[in-house]
């Protein structure tokens, strides 16, 4: 039990403020607002270390990354399984989030004038132009900006193959970065200690101003992730194990995915899970070169809760503000958004939120709202994160070694 409070200590801390926010605002109404610089200031806070935490995690991650030493038939049968599970996850995500209205807001106009910080993209330009400016800036001092999320992107990509291709000659320009890198993350933990008062008094201010709507739009949004993330762990996943292996890799799936369940609770952290998960995948009659490759890659690549997750952010945000994306738009930018945790291990969070405001459209302002909702539905979404890994190695072992790849297992 212990182990359990110290893993969630941050999170239920983040939660109790949240709560305690939100009493505070239900109960002063208006009045709260006058905690509304003390949200101000955390906001600012993260803004101000968003445009070096993405360059630098960006480029460092890239600059570290090895050419794949095996790119034969696991590594595609691997990739076919992750595509086809993340875009059924952001399909489940969209159905739900469509038939159920995550927020009700008569007065969205005044919540805009409340967030509005950024830019709105303009909707009467051409799917060229559009992508021409969120892909590019005409000038430098631009790019540092937080309005220019996705050119950023673009740009540190470019610096770090860059710094690749100079070889020997960028060794010296990596190890700066790398240093850097450690010092703005460590600036992040640092700003992460004032999370708690800053979110709290974020959202006392916010409910104060627009009343319980928004409060009752994150607990909806808690309810019925968490309602979806059941159906999919319980009849998604069994479905995937079932096509792969019968009732035999049925029986195999759910003999052994309660101890990755539980860690997953337990830790809160896809990659703390990685041992248990390889162990539990080798369990159930899976070969060891696909479970040790499929689960590490699972972990960083295949996160089902997390695309959810992404799905239901954007939506909260497309009630709240009245707007009618299209279904592929949205499942699109899930998906892509989710990489983006992914690709940036620490602060990945902050960065794939930055890119759902910035390509829909959404105030940067608004991206408190959007921490909020990755808090309270982090414990579930873990789980399919990684839950998720089990049963895709059950896939990829049935495309793999055929039929009756739980009695030709590998061992080595």
Excluded: Q
């Excluded at 990685?274 to 060891?288: F, H, L, Q, Y």
């Excluded at 809760?305 to 939506?315: A, L, Y």
């Amino acid at each position: 039990m212990k182990k359990v409070l110290k893993n969630y200590k941050s999170t239920i801390i983040l939660l109790a403020s949240i709560i305690l926010g939100g009493v505070v605002g239900l109960v002063f109404g208006e009045k709260a607002s006058v905690l509304s610089p003390l949200g101000d200031i955390f906001i600012n806070l993260m803004f101000v270390v968003i445009v070096p935490l993405i360059f630098l995690t960006v480029t460092t991650a890239i600059i570290k990354m090895d050419s794949p030493k095996r790119l034969g038939k696991i590594m595609s049968r691997i990739l076919i399984a992750f595509v086809i599970m993340s875009v059924i996850s952001a399909v489940i995500g969209v159905v739900s989030t469509y038939s159920f209205k995550l927020v009700d807001n008569k007065d969205s106009a005044s919540i805009m004038e409340l967030l509005d910080e950024g830019t709105v993209i303009d909707t009467e330009l051409s799917i060229l132009e559009r992508t021409a400016s969120l892909l590019t800036v005409s000038d430098f001092n631009t790019l540092l900006s937080k309005d220019s999320i996705i050119a950023l992107l673009v740009f540190s990509i470019i610096f770090a193959l860059a710094v690749r291709k100079s070889k020997e000659k960028g060794e010296a320009v990596s190890k700066i970065l790398f240093s850097l890198n450690d010092i703005v993350l460590n600036i992040v933990n640092i700003i992460m200690y004032y999370a708690p008062i800053g979110l709290g008094c974020y959202f006392a201010a916010l409910i104060g101003t627009y009343g319980e709507s928004i409060a009752v739009g994150f607990l909806k949004t808690f309810i019925i992730y968490t309602v979806v993330c059941v159906f999919v762990y319980f009849v998604v996943y069994s479905l995937y194990a079932l096509i792969a292996g019968g009732r035999k890799g049925l029986k195999s799936y759910w003999k052994v995915i309660l101890a990755p369940t539980a860690t997953a609770l337990a830790t809160c952290s896809s990659a703390a899970c990685i041992p248990v998960n390889v162990k539990a995948t080798k369990d159930a009659g899976i070969s060891a070169d696909i479970a040790e490759t499929t689960i590490p890659m699972g972990t960083s690549f295949h996160k089902d809760g997390s695309v959810i997750g992404s799905v239901f952010k954007i939506m909260f945000l497309v009630y709240l503000f009245e707007m009618n994306p299209s279904v592929w738009t949205v499942i699109g930018v899930s998906i892509v958004a989710t990489l983006l945790v992914t690709a940036v291990p620490v602060g990945g969070g902050t960065i794939s939120e930055m890119f759902i405001l910035t390509l829909m459209g959404f105030p940067a302002s608004a991206l408190p709202i959007l921490t909020i909702i990755a808090t309270v539905i982090d414990a579930p979404a873990t789980v399919l994160n990684v839950v998720g890994d089990t049963a895709s190695s059950m896939l990829v072992g049935r495309m793999v070694d055929g039929k009756k790849f739980l009695e030709n297992k590998k061992t080595k």
